[in-house]
């Protein structure tokens, strides 16, 4: 599969597509957009890819990448048994050319992508680190507010108990008192 040059665009390529001498396919779109489909007499663009010079009018040709049984028949017709070889030679290098760049952009995006899935294990590591240090500290502070609490319990067990050891001999004081005050009010 082909893919346009331009790598901003990447897109698979269809039915037609500008080739260039110096082995590079663009499809129409950027073709148009980089000004290589239409060139005037004074414009010399050079290749987008490699910045090799296309001053020749056969430098930069659209291609028709699907072409008919017809034109398949009719197109090499005619030529020397060496030109036809030359053709083809020419075709399988550009196809070679093509498939050992597209290898080494999939490893540059594979490059990338292991770069960035490093960096954001790296981040997820120091997040979840992060994370880890703070839920031990709060559990550390929960521990500590169990501990006061069950302190706190405990003395207001012990004040609760005390006051209840004191209100009973409060109470048997009243009635002692109660007691001594009606013998004393009855004795005179």
């Not at 239409?38 to 296309?54: F, V, Y």
């Not at 954001?120 to 120091?126: A, C, S």
Request: include cysteine; charge should be positive.
């Amino acid at each position: 599969v082909l893919r346009c040059n331009a790598l901003k665009c990447r897109k698979q390529l269809g039915d037609k597509a500008l080739v260039t001498t110096c082995s590079h396919i663009f499809c129409p779109d950027c073709a148009a957009r980089l000004g290589l489909a239409s060139r005037g007499e004074d414009r010399r663009p050079s290749c987008p890819a490699c910045n090799s010079p296309l001053n020749h009018p056969d430098d930069a040709v659209v291609a028709l990448l699907n072409p008919s049984e017809d034109y398949k028949t009719s197109v090499l017709s005619g030529l020397t048994p060496q030109t036809i070889v030359e053709i083809a030679s020419r075709g399988l290098s550009f196809w070679a050319y093509q498939t050992t760049q597209e290898v080494v952009y999939q490893e540059h995006l594979g490059h990338k992508l292991s770069e960035k899935y490093a960096d954001l294990n790296h981040h997820l590591n120091q997040v979840a680190s992060e994370a880890n240090s703070e839920i031990a500290k709060l559990q550390n502070q929960v521990a500590s507010m169990t501990m006061s609490q069950e302190a706190l319990l405990k003395k207001i067990n012990d004040l609760t108990h005390r006051s209840k050891e004191k209100n009973r001999s409060f109470q048997q004081l009243q009635e002692l008192y109660d007691k001594l005050k009606q013998k004393a009010m009855m004795g005179q």
